[in-house]
C-alpha cells in the first residue's frame, strides 16, 4: 500500500504562475522527499525534508513539512514548461526503502 | 543524468515467460532497490538488495526475485509472467545518503 497521497492529481497553470501540490501521510516518517518525473521515465530527486525540519528551499522550490498534521506541501514558484512533469512525494519507511503517492501530474502551458 | 542505467529500455513478453531486467548503478553505492509503477501510479516498492544481501522486500510474491553483483550491477527476475505485470520497472540505487537515484526505467508489456 502507498503511504502518500498527492493532491491534486492534475495541476494546469500558466507559463509564469506558481503551482503548489499538496501530500499527506498516514505513519511517522524520517523525512519526506520530492521527485519529478518527466514523460513516464526516470524519478528525480528534487528536495528532502527531516522530520524535524518546517521549511526547506531549493531555488525556485519550496516545501513544508506539518509532521501534526502528516502533510507536506511543494511550491514551484515562476513555472516555466520545462516544469511539465509528474511530482511525487515519498517517505522513508527505513533503510532508504521509498512509498510514493499516486503523484500530481503539473502542465505548465506558454 | 544520474549515474545509473538499466536496459532494455522496452521488452514485450507473453504470459507465462520469465524476464531479467538490468541495473547498473553508481559505483560506490551499496543499496539498490527495484520498483514497479503501473500506468498513472507511483512506484510501488518491490525490494532491496544491500551488499548483495536481500534487505527488505514489498508486497510482491515470490516469481519477483534479484541479485546484486560486486560490481555495481543488479537483476531483477520475474518468472511466470502475469498480465498485471505490465509496468515500468525502476531501479535505484544509494550510499550513505537518504537520496535514491533512479535509472530510467524499463517498461515491459506482457501479453
Known amino acids: 500500500s502507498q503511504q502518500g497521497e498527492e493532491d491534486p492529481q492534475a495541476l494546469s497553470i500558466q507559463e509564469g504562475e506558481n503551482a503548489t501540490m499538496n501530500c499527506s501521510y498516514k505513519?511517522?516518517?524520517?523525512?519526506l522527499q520530492w521527485y519529478r518525473q518527466n514523460s513516464g521515465r526516470g524519478l528525480v530527486h528534487l528536495i528532502l525534508?527531516?522530520?524535524?525540519?518546517r521549511e526547506k528551499h531549493s531555488g525556485r522550490l519550496r516545501v513544508t513539512l506539518d509532521t501534526s498534521k502528516k502533510s507536506s506541501s511543494l511550491l514551484i514558484t515562476a513555472s516555466r514548461a520545462a516544469d511539465t512533469a509528474s511530482y511525487f512525494c515519498a517517505t522513508d519507511l527505513n533503510d532508504y526503502k521509498l512509498s510514493f503517492g499516486a503523484g500530481t501530474t503539473v502542465t505548465v502551458r506558454a | 543524468e544520474t549515474g545509473v542505467t538499466q536496459s532494455p529500455t522496452h521488452l514485450i513478453k507473453t504470459r507465462g515467460q520469465q524476464v531479467t531486467l538490468r541495473c547498473s548503478s553508481q559505483s560506490g553505492h551499496n543499496t539498490v532497490s527495484w520498483y514497479q509503477q503501473a500506468l498513472g501510479q507511483g512506484p510501488q516498492f518491490i525490494f532491496q538488495?544491500?551488499?548483495?544481501?536481500?534487505?527488505g522486500r514489498g508486497n510482491f510474491p515470490p516469481r519477483f526475485s534479484g541479485l546484486q553483483f560486486p560490481n555495481y550491477s543488479s537483476e531483477l527476475n520475474v518468472n511466470a509472467l502475469e498480465l498485471d505485470d505490465s509496468a515500468l520497472y525502476l531501479c535505484a540505487s544509494g550510499g550513505s545518503q537518504e537520496t535514491q537515484y533512479f535509472g530510467p526505467g524499463t517498461r515491459l508489456l506482457v501479453l
Open positions: 525534508i527531516r522530520s524535524n525540519e
Open positions: 505513519t511517522s516518517i524520517n523525512n
Open positions: 538488495y544491500y551488499r548483495e544481501e536481500e534487505n
